[in-house]
């Protein structure tokens, strides 16, 4: 049950960010960035990256709403999520954002982390 939990939390919150508020401002944008695409200007990204980041979160979001109905794709779909939450948190720390701008990326991480250790058992 705490799996699919997690599977829907961060698939909503993958799809929430990546195409309801990729244009949005929030609190926890890094660097002074307005938009999702700002934010990885911020961070000194080039646009390729922006957009296969954005293609794998997408990526990894479905997969975990097919792993409702086909278990073998949520591990690799965690694990996805994990490496990218790794690389947000670096990127918060590169631009010297406050603490609490890390927040979402580490939430993600960390029921990342445990979908992973619950298919990994």
């Known amino acids: 049950m705490l799996a ?5 939390l961060i698939a909503l ?8 508020r990729a244009r949005s401002s929030t609190s926890y944008r890094g660097g ?15 646009p390729a990256i922006f957009y296969l980041v954005g293609a794998l979160k ?12 086909l278990p073998s794709v949520v591990l690799p779909a965690a694990l996805i999520v994990l490496v990218l939450m790794i690389g947000a948190l670096a ?15 580490f939430l993600m991480l960390l029921m990342s982390a445990t ?3 619950l298919y990994l058992t």
């Open 58 to 69: 997408l990526t990894a979001a479905t997969l975990l709403i097919v792993g409702l109905w």
């Open 32 to 46: 002074d960035a307005q938009t999702l695409r700002q934010e990885f200007a911020a961070y000194g990204l080039p």
């Open 115 to 117: 979908l992973a250790a």
């Open 91 to 105: 990127m918060h720390l590169k631009v010297k954002d406050p603490l609490e701008r890390s927040l979402p990326a």
């Open 13 to 20: 919150g993958l799809f929430n960010v990546w195409l309801l």
């Open 4 to 8: 699919i939990v997690l599977q829907i």
